[in-house]
C-alpha cells in the first residue's frame, strides 16, 4: 500500500512558477513508476509527465515540454513537477500517480490532487 501527497499548488500569475512535490508512505517507493496527471474544470484526466522508476527516463505531454520539469528522489520517497512560464491553460487539480508491476498484476496509487490556478 502506497499513500502519496501532494503540495505546492496555489495561484499564480501567468508566466510565473510553481513546484508540486507528492510524498510518498509505504513501501519500495523506488519500484514506482511515477507520474503527474492533471483535470480541468469539465475535461478528462491527462498524463502531464512520467518518470521511472529510477529517474534515468522522463516523458511528457507536448503542452508543457519545455516548462514543465519531472524529477524524484527515492532517497526521500518524493516526486517533484517544476512548472515554468505557467499559462492559463495550465489551471487544473494536479494528481501523482504511482505504479507498478505488470499485468495482470499491478499496483497503481493517486493522490487527492492539489489545485493549480494561473490567473491574472
Known amino acids: 500500500q502506497v499513500q502519496l501527497v501532494e503540495s505546492g499548488g496555489g495561484l499564480v500569475q501567468p508566466g510565473g512558477s510553481l513546484r508540486l512535490s507528492c510524498a510518498a508512505s509505504?513501501?519500495?517507493?523506488?519500484?514506482?513508476?511515477m507520474s503527474w496527471y492533471r483535470q480541468a474544470p469539465g475535461k478528462e484526466r491527462e498524463l502531464v509527465a512520467g518518470i521511472s522508476m529510477a529517474g534515468d527516463s522522463t516523458n511528457y505531454a507536448d503542452a508543457v515540454k519545455g516548462r514543465f520539469t519531472i524529477s524524484r528522489d527515492n532517497a526521500k520517497n518524493t516526486v517533484y513537477l517544476q512548472m515554468n512560464s505557467l499559462k492559463l491553460e495550465d489551471t487544473a487539480v494536479y494528481y501523482c500517480?504511482?505504479?507498478?508491476?505488470?499485468?495482470?498484476?499491478?499496483?497503481?496509487?493517486w493522490g487527492q490532487g492539489t489545485q493549480v490556478t494561473v490567473s491574472s
Open positions: 500517480y504511482a505504479r507498478r508491476g505488470t499485468s495482470p498484476t499491478i499496483y497503481a496509487y
Open positions: 509505504g513501501s519500495f517507493f523506488s519500484r514506482y513508476a
